[in-house]
Antibody
């Protein structure tokens, strides 16, 4: 069974940093593109970033470029999102997700809440 | 960025009746590889999103066959043949053809 478990969320001050992790199990992690998607409270979904199987390609939504960085450790079956220079508008539940059936976001984790506030 | 526009945003439906959600994109979603990366997601209250349909019309594993997707180019539709109580939630379309991936605003399905 595919499982994705996010961790690392919490309260951060504006301008601060957090590092999210996503632990994967139940599949061969190194074979899949992985993504981060966020959902602001009471609002919709926004794709944040994704990363190729070997980490050689990464894409980001404009609003996080230069502040967020995604990486992966295939030996540890883990995905990461380093978030720097956090803003209030980054407050959201962050999900990691895996591609499936040749299309994005086939499996999702439970999410981790990030709150940016002074 | 590609803008995804869903309608309606609110969808009250009687149990056992059909439901339909429209999704339009601001540009064609046909990828250079020939596929159309239009997906549909369901988010039940308090849960993570779950993908129902990928590449316009392919149901994901475990998705009931009362859910169906259709469309091409810039116009797409999610149809539920007979709504059940467990279908309550918010439905999103999403395009994965152009960077960045973008979602529709969501359609809230409720039982009348």
């Amino acid at each position: 069974e595919v499982q994705l478990v996010e961790s690392g969320g919490g309260l951060a001050q504006p301008g601060g940093s957090l590092r999210l992790s996503c632990s994967a199990s139940g599949f061969t992690f190194s074979r899949y593109w992985m993504s981060w998607v966020r959902q602001t409270p009471g609002k919709g979904l926004e794709w944040v970033a994704n990363i190729k199987q070997d980490g050689s390609q990464k894409y980001y939504v404009d609003s996080v470029k230069g502040r967020f960085s995604t990486s992966r450790d295939n030996a540890r079956n883990s995905l990461y999102l380093q978030m720097n220079s956090l803003r209030a508008e980054d407050t959201a539940v962050y999900y990691c997700a895996r591609d499936a059936n040749m299309s994005p976001l086939g499996y999702w984790g439970l999410g981790t809440l990030v709150t940016v506030s002074s | 960025d590609v803008v995804m526009t869903q309608s309606p945003l609110s969808l009250p439906v009687t149990l056992g009746q059909p439901a339909s959600i429209s999704c339009r994109s601001s540009q064609s979603l046909v990828h250079s590889d020939g596929y159309t990366y239009l997906n549909w997601f369901q988010q039940r209250p308090g849960q993570s999103p779950r993908r129902l349909i990928c590449r316009v019309s392919n149901r994901d594993s475990g998705v009931p066959d009362r859910f169906g997707g259709s469309g091409s180019g810039t116009d797409f539709t999610l149809e539920i043949s007979r709504v059940e109580a467990e279908d309550v939630g918010v439905y999103y379309c999403m395009q994965g053809t152009h960077w960045p991936y973008t979602f529709g605003q969501g359609t809230k399905l409720e039982i009348k």
